[in-house]
């Protein structure tokens, strides 16, 4: 089992795609339960989020953005925090979309307490 904050996925543990920074309000399924989750960064290979309570590395998940979906498993987690790979590499139509959805995300003229108010809000934490 690879040890926390240790890159697999690539050589010498490196990933093999860059993770672009992003705040987007995610569905994350398993055989037991869904819960509500903040997508903070992706790649076409994995992803880390906010919001995965109890999930353990191994664990088989699927994870829902929008109209994007795709199966991963847990790589690390860390209290609420959590890395993801994907399956199958997310396409590059998919990447898009994400990318298109935070910068629109980004315009809105809220505060940063705001839109970490907003997260919390979305995720369930705020309830």
Do not use: Y
Request: overall charge neutral; proline content about 7%.
């Amino acid at each position: 089992m690879p040890m926390f904050g240790k890159r697999v996925d690539g050589p010498e543990g490196r990933r093999r795609a860059p993770r672009e920074p992003v705040l987007l309000a995610a569905t994350v399924l398993t055989p037991e339960r869904s819960r509500s989750a903040v997508l903070i960064n992706v790649s076409a290979t994995g992803a880390r989020l906010r919001g995965c309570g109890n999930l353990r590395p191994g664990q088989d998940l699927w994870v829902k953005v929008g109209c994007v979906d795709t199966l991963a498993t847990v790589a690390w987690s860390d209290g609420d925090l959590c890395g993801v790979t994907f399956d199958f590499p997310l396409n590059e139509a998919d990447l898009d979309h994400l990318r298109r959805e935070a910068r629109n995300l980004l315009v809105a003229p809220v505060t940063p307490e705001e839109r970490l108010a907003a997260q919390d809000w979305i995720s369930g934490f705020a309830r």
